[in-house]
C-alpha cells in the first residue's frame, strides 16, 4: 500500500500520539513524557509498511533527530488523522453540534420517556434512556418507586450527586418561610438553577412524589433552539448576550454565593454550549451606561423568545415520574398552583461528564456484545 497523506500530519501531533509502551502506560493508557521532553526540530524520517499491534496494517515512523521509532495502526490514523471522520465528528457532547434543537410541536407524540423497570433491567433502554438526555435535553422516566429520597437512587444509576446548599436532596412543595419562590405556590417562569454558582449543576432530576394540586403543571424549554433563533434574527443581540458577563447572586442566612458569566455561552469555535437564564437571581451588574443599555435591550428579546408559547413544552407529572433534564440547555418552568393543595416533588443535581461517561461505556458494552 502506498504511504497516505494521512500519515504526514504536523510531526509534533504525531509524535504526541506515539502508542508505543516508552510513550504510553500500557495499563492506563497516559502518556509518560511532557511535550517539553520532545526533541526541537522534530521531523517524520523514514516510513514503512508494518503489521499493527491490533492485527491489522500499520505504519512505522523513524523519528529524526532521536530515532525513536513509532507504530501507528493505519485503521487510528484513518480515524484520527487530520480531515478524517474523528475531525469531522469532533465533540464532547455540549454544544449545539451534539443536540437536537426542539420546539414544542417537534416533540408532539413523541416525548423521551421509558418506564423505571425498563430502565433498569434492560442496557438497550438505558443507553437510550441517557442518549435521550443528551440529545434532546432531558427524559421522563415513569413509574419510579414513590419513596423517600429515590431521586437519589435514580442519580446513582448513571452518575454522582451533586451536594449543594439545599443538601443532597431538595422538596420542592410549600414551605412556611421560604428562602426561594420555588417552596411556594407561584407561577415560576423558564429558567435554569443555579446560574449564581461556576460550575453550575449540568443535570437536575425532579422526582413526583405527589400532585393533587390545582394548577402546577410542569413546562421545559429548549434554551439552545432560542438562543439559537436570537442569533438568527437579532445577531448583534446575541453577541452583547455571549460577551457581557450577567451578575447571579443568591443569599440566604447560611450561604452567599455569586457567579459572573454571561447569559449565552459559546465554545470558540462559536457553537452554543451553555445557557443561564434566570429572572431571580440577576444581580445589579456594574458596567458602563452603553454596555448596560446594549445588554438590557438584549436581554429583552432574548426573554421574549424564551416565552414564545411554540417554544415551550407542557406537561404535568403525575406521582412516580422523574424528569432528569440538562440544566445548562433547558429552562423549566411551572404554572402556579393552590398552595391548599398537595404538590411534591424531591429533586437534586447531578453532573454531565457522569452520563456521558455511562454513555460511553454502554455504548461500548453495545459494540463488543
Same mark, same amino acid.
Given at each position: 500500500?502506498?504511504?497516505?497523506?494521512?500519515?504526514?500530519?504536523?510531526?509534533?501531533?504525531?509524535?504526541?500520539?506515539?502508542?508505543?509502551?516508552?510513550? /504510553?502506560?500500557?495499563?492506563?493508557?497516559?502518556?509518560?513524557?511532557?511535550?517539553?521532553?520532545?526533541?526541537?526540530?522534530?521531523?517524520?524520517?523514514? &516510513?514503512?509498511?508494518?503489521?499493527?499491534?491490533?492485527?491489522?496494517?500499520?505504519?512505522?515512523?523513524?523519528?529524526?533527530?532521536?530515532?525513536?521509532?513509532?507504530?501507528?495502526?493505519?485503521?487510528? !490514523?484513518? #480515524?484520527?488523522?487530520?480531515?478524517?471522520?474523528?475531525?469531522?465528528?469532533?465533540?464532547?457532547?455540549?454544544?449545539?453540534?451534539?443536540?437536537? !434543537?426542539?420546539?414544542?410541536?417537534?416533540?408532539?407524540?413523541?416525548?423521551?420517556?421509558?418506564?423505571?423497570?425498563?430502565? @433498569?433491567?434492560?442496557?438497550?433502554?438505558?443507553?437510550?434512556?441517557?442518549?435521550?438526555?443528551?440529545?434532546?435535553?432531558?427524559?421522563?422516566?415513569?413509574? &419510579?418507586?414513590?419513596?423517600?429520597?429515590?431521586?437519589?437512587?435514580?442519580?446513582?444509576?448513571?452518575?454522582?450527586?451533586? $451536594?449543594?446548599?439545599?443538601?443532597?436532596?431538595?422538596?420542592?412543595?410549600?414551605?412556611?418561610?421560604?428562602?426561594?419562590?420555588?417552596?411556594?405556590?407561584?407561577? @415560576?417562569?423558564?429558567?435554569?438553577?443555579?446560574?449564581?454558582?461556576?460550575?453550575?449543576?449540568?443535570?437536575?432530576?425532579?422526582?413526583? !412524589?405527589?400532585?393533587?394540586?390545582?394548577?402546577?403543571? *410542569?413546562?421545559?424549554?429548549?434554551?439552545?433552539?432560542?438562543? #439559537?433563533? =436570537? /442569533?438568527?434574527?437579532?445577531?448583534?443581540?446575541?453577541?452583547?448576550?455571549?460577551?457581557?458577563?450577567?451578575?447571579?447572586?443568591?443569599?440566604?442566612?447560611?450561604?452567599?454565593?455569586?457567579?459572573?458569566?454571561?447569559? @449565552?455561552?459559546?465554545?470558540?469555535?462559536?457553537? @452554543?454550549?451553555?445557557?443561564?437564564?434566570?429572572?431571580? *437571581?440577576?444581580?445589579? =451588574? %456594574?458596567?458602563?451606561?452603553? &454596555?448596560?443599555? $446594549?445588554?438590557?435591550?438584549?436581554?429583552?428579546?432574548?426573554?421574549?423568545?424564551?416565552?414564545?408559547?411554540?417554544?415551550?413544552?407542557?406537561?404535568?407529572?403525575?406521582?412516580?415520574?422523574?424528569?432528569?433534564?440538562?440544566?445548562?440547555?433547558?429552562? %423549566?418552568?411551572?404554572?402556579?398552583?393552590?398552595?391548599?393543595?398537595?404538590?411534591? =416533588?424531591?429533586?437534586?443535581?447531578?453532573?454531565?461528564?457522569? =452520563?456521558? *461517561?455511562?454513555?460511553?461505556?454502554?455504548?461500548?458494552?453495545?459494540?463488543?456484545?
Amino acid at each position: 500500500m502506498s504511504v497516505p497523506a494521512i500519515t504526514r500530519p504536523p510531526a509534533p501531533w504525531l509524535r504526541d500520539n506515539c502508542p508505543c509502551a516508552e510513550c /504510553r502506560d500500557p495499563r492506563t493508557g497516559q502518556k509518560l513524557f511532557q511535550i517539553t521532553e520532545l526533541p526541537a526540530g522534530l521531523a517524520v524520517g523514514p &516510513v514503512r509498511e508494518a503489521a499493527a499491534a491490533d492485527g491489522g496494517p500499520g505504519w512505522e515512523v523513524e523519528w529524526q533527530p532521536d530515532g525513536h521509532r513509532s507504530l501507528y495502526p493505519a485503521r487510528w !490514523l484513518d #480515524a484520527h488523522g487530520p480531515g478524517g471522520p474523528a475531525y469531522r465528528a469532533a465533540g464532547d457532547g455540549r454544544t449545539e453540534a451534539d443536540k437536537e !434543537l426542539w420546539t414544542a410541536a417537534d416533540l408532539d407524540g413523541r416525548i423521551p420517556q421509558a418506564g423505571w423497570d425498563a430502565y @433498569i433491567g434492560s442496557r438497550e433502554v438505558r443507553e437510550q434512556v441517557l442518549d435521550s438526555v443528551v440529545r434532546l435535553g432531558f427524559v421522563l422516566l415513569r413509574e &419510579v418507586p414513590c419513596r423517600d429520597r429515590m431521586v437519589l437512587d435514580v442519580a446513582r444509576t448513571f452518575g454522582f450527586v451533586r $451536594e449543594t446548599n439545599y443538601g443532597e436532596l431538595f422538596d420542592v412543595r410549600v414551605e412556611a418561610d421560604p428562602n426561594n419562590l420555588a417552596f411556594t405556590g407561584a407561577l @415560576i417562569t423558564p429558567h435554569t438553577d443555579n446560574p449564581y454558582r461556576d460550575p453550575v449543576p449540568t443535570l437536575q432530576l425532579l422526582h413526583c !412524589l405527589r400532585n393533587e394540586a390545582r394548577g402546577g403543571d *410542569s413546562g421545559l424549554v429548549d434554551g439552545f433552539r432560542a438562543a #439559537a433563533l =436570537l /442569533r438568527e434574527r437579532e445577531p448583534a443581540a446575541f453577541e452583547v448576550l455571549t460577551r457581557v458577563p450577567a451578575e447571579f447572586a443568591f443569599a440566604d442566612a447560611h450561604c452567599e454565593l455569586r457567579a459572573h458569566r454571561p447569559m @449565552i455561552d459559546v465554545d470558540p469555535l462559536g457553537q @452554543i454550549r451553555e445557557v443561564r437564564f434566570n429572572n431571580r *437571581s440577576l444581580s445589579t =451588574l %456594574h458596567q458602563p451606561a452603553a &454596555v448596560l443599555e $446594549e445588554f438590557y435591550a438584549a436581554y429583552r428579546l432574548f426573554g421574549e423568545l424564551l416565552e414564545q408559547p411554540g417554544l415551550r413544552l407542557d406537561f404535568r407529572l403525575a406521582p412516580g415520574d422523574c424528569v432528569v433534564f440538562d440544566n445548562t440547555r433547558l429552562l %423549566h418552568a411551572r404554572t402556579a398552583f393552590a398552595e391548599s393543595g398537595g404538590r411534591h =416533588l424531591q429533586g437534586t443535581y447531578a453532573d454531565l461528564d457522569g =452520563l456521558l *461517561s455511562t454513555l460511553a461505556v454502554l455504548r461500548r458494552e453495545g459494540a463488543s456484545a
